[in-house]
């Protein structure tokens, strides 16, 4: 299994405790006492401080020195370039940089400078998908609200340059759904079912889309209908079997009480990851069932 795979499975189950359990704000109604009225948080910038320094420091400590060395170097010269040109050749390549090591925060601040510099739709689009990243990796809640935020205005500068296209639609409603977890809604009218509508129309479109089904199973989760959320599943994994969506499935048949479901895909799961590690954690979740 490639690392970034075995990076996402740590976050998987890191996060599976209660996450994915937690309603969404807006599809479903929370257990409020009765008469007492929820208040909606309209912001329109984040609430901290997060740019890309405080992103790269965080990050080159799970990096290591000898990659944040490379890094460190990349970051010496665009502050001393004097020409837009070579500013803009030195955060493309720290944009990759970042990529390369699988740190969405960083890479995302960088593919937003070179969009806004370039006004390119794959430059948005690109800028989008690592904030919505960022988001659902952080382990700092209070960088989150300043992820979605940026992921907000970055898939909609992508869909000003391309209406039609899926990705940045798919990109832009996982965004509005995640808003309210972060207490923001978006100024212009963004809301977690238009984030949802935005999901359904573009599985509409194109029926076996993975990124749409697969988060749109991830909000079913949140949302307790755990039985179209194992639709959902099936569908990202007819196209590809990957270990995350057979254990976000296996966790959906839990909700529901259908143990030998959930041990066939905990099973799935397993076959999927060479790491002993996780082995061991799934392998603890089937005796839990069995038991």
Request: proline share 5%; with cysteine; net charge positive.
């Amino acid at each position: 299994m490639h690392k970034k795979q075995i990076a996402v499975l740590v976050i998987v189950f890191a996060i599976m405790g209660g996450l994915f359990l937690m309603p969404v704000k807006g599809l479903i109604k929370a257990k409020d006492d009765p008469g007492h009225s929820r208040a909606t948080v309209n912001q329109s910038k984040p609430v901290s401080k997060v740019d890309v320094s405080v992103v790269s420091g965080a990050a080159k400590i799970l990096i290591g020195p000898s990659l944040s060395a490379q890094i460190n170097d990349l970051e010496g010269q665009l502050k001393s370039a004097t020409s837009d040109a070579d500013k803009l050749n030195l955060q493309k390549k720290l944009a990759k940089l970042w990529d390369d090591v699988n740190q969405p925060a960083p890479a995302a601040f960088y593919y937003q400078d070179i969009a806004q510099k370039e006004n390119k739709f794959e430059d948005w689009l690109n800028a989008g998908n690592r904030f919505n990243e960022a988001y659902r990796t952080a382990q700092d809640t209070a960088a989150q609200p300043t992820f979605i935020v940026n992921a907000i205005a970055n898939y909609k500068n992508a869909v000003k340059l391309k209406p039609a296209d899926l990705d940045a639609k798919t990109g832009l409603g996982i965004a509005y759904v995640n808003q309210t977890s972060s207490g923001i809604t978006d100024p212009d009218g963004g809301s977690p079912m238009q984030g949802i509508m935005l999901l359904l129309d573009v599985v509409k479109q194109d029926p076996k889309n993975r990124n749409a089904n697969l988060n749109l199973g991830l909000f079913a989760m949140k949302s307790g209908q755990f039985d179209k959320a194992i639709a959902r599943f099936k569908t990202v994994i007819e196209q590809q079997p990957e270990a995350g969506p057979y254990f976000y499935m296996a966790e959906s048949y839990k909700e529901l009480g259908q143990k030998k479901e959930a041990i066939a895909a905990y099973q799935k799961c397993k076959e999927l990851v060479t790491d002993p590690t996780f082995d061991q954690k799934i392998d603890d979740y089937i005796k839990e069932l069995k038991n």
